[in-house]
């Protein structure tokens, strides 16, 4: 149960009918993904108050010294709002493309513990910051609108009902409630890119420009996410690539839309800008065959274009 307040206002009022809207039609149970965290904390003190019956699970990537102690803290936080709790241990060596190793290895093991609970969804607790932290390395990335696109409120199986709330807010929403809150040592740690837009780069823009960057690139990657799904559904009614992908018609549609059809048909994982280029140039004639990531080839046969595991 949520924990009482010593005053007669309901911290959790003022969040009911938004977190209500950004989960409705969810069924019960659902799995939480907690780090222990302010913002993951307040996502499950949520699902509890919305009865979902959420199942809070912790993923320990195995990265620090003592990271295995961050579980006692979430299993007390989850026994004292009265939700199922559980632990699961990835491992994640230390090494290059770190951050985004730990995310795909915490990314399987939730979506693992949803399939045994019998769960149809897992909840992620990103903010409005992580959203602008998101748009901010997909920059830095050279991503094309649909990474500048950052998170969507929901992805497969994957929901982050928090996405218009202020990381501000998550913990005063557990301070209110009475919850103690996990600060992981590694979100200081600079070396680590997200870390270092966190306290560095966009502090220093919202200066720059005058203003709270966090809702200005949360609003642009809302439209641009919706700009990227209208144009990628009419790259897949334009050139679906099921059954015959033809090269002609690939080459006969608008580059843009070509590109957008090309990973769409393609899939995971998913292709660089360059390698689209490529297996464009092969469409056309230009290049006979190309390799992609993943140990995939795209060739021509019969004016048809053919992928392949070779």
Do not use: K
């Amino acid at each position: 149960m949520i924990p009482a307040t010593a005053t007669a206002v309901d911290p959790l009022e003022p969040w009911r009918a938004r977190f209500a809207d950004a989960t409705r039609a969810l069924a019960a149970p659902v799995v939480v993904g907690c780090s222990g965290g302010a913002d993951s904390v307040a996502l499950l003190a949520l699902a509890v108050d919305a009865a979902l019956a959420p199942v809070a699970v912790h993923v320990d990537h195995g990265l620090r010294p003592g990271s295995d102690a961050d579980a006692e803290h979430v299993r007390g936080v989850a026994t004292t709002l009265g939700a199922t709790f559980r632990a699961t241990r990835v491992g994640v060596e230390p090494g290059s493309n770190l951050e985004a190793r730990a995310r795909d290895a915490r990314y399987a093991a939730l979506d693992a513990a949803r399939v045994d609970i019998g769960a149809d969804v897992v909840l992620v607790a990103h903010t409005a910051d992580d959203q602008a932290e998101t748009v901010l390395l997909n920059v830095l990335r050279g991503a094309a609108s649909s990474g500048l696109a950052g998170m969507a409120p929901r992805r497969g199986t994957v929901v982050r009902p928090l996405l218009d709330a202020r990381r501000a807010d998550t913990r005063a929403l557990c301070a209110a409630l009475g919850l103690p809150v996990f600060d992981d040592p590694m979100n200081e740690d600079r070396a680590f890119r997200r870390v270092a837009i966190r306290h560095d780069v966009l502090p220093y823009l919202s200066a720059l420009a005058e203003r709270d960057l966090v809702p200005v690139l949360a609003r642009q990657a809302e439209i641009l996410r919706s700009d990227s799904e209208f144009l990628d559904d009419l790259a897949g009614h334009a050139w679906p690539g099921d059954g015959e992908a033809r090269a002609a018609s690939l080459t006969a549609l608008p580059v843009p839309l070509a590109r957008r059809a090309l990973r769409r048909w393609l899939g995971a994982p998913p292709p660089s800008m360059a390698e689209v280029e490529r297996v464009l140039a092969v469409a056309t004639g230009d290049a006979r065959a190309t390799e992609l990531s993943g140990g995939r080839v795209v060739h021509r046969s019969a004016g048809l274009l053919v992928v392949s595991v070779g």
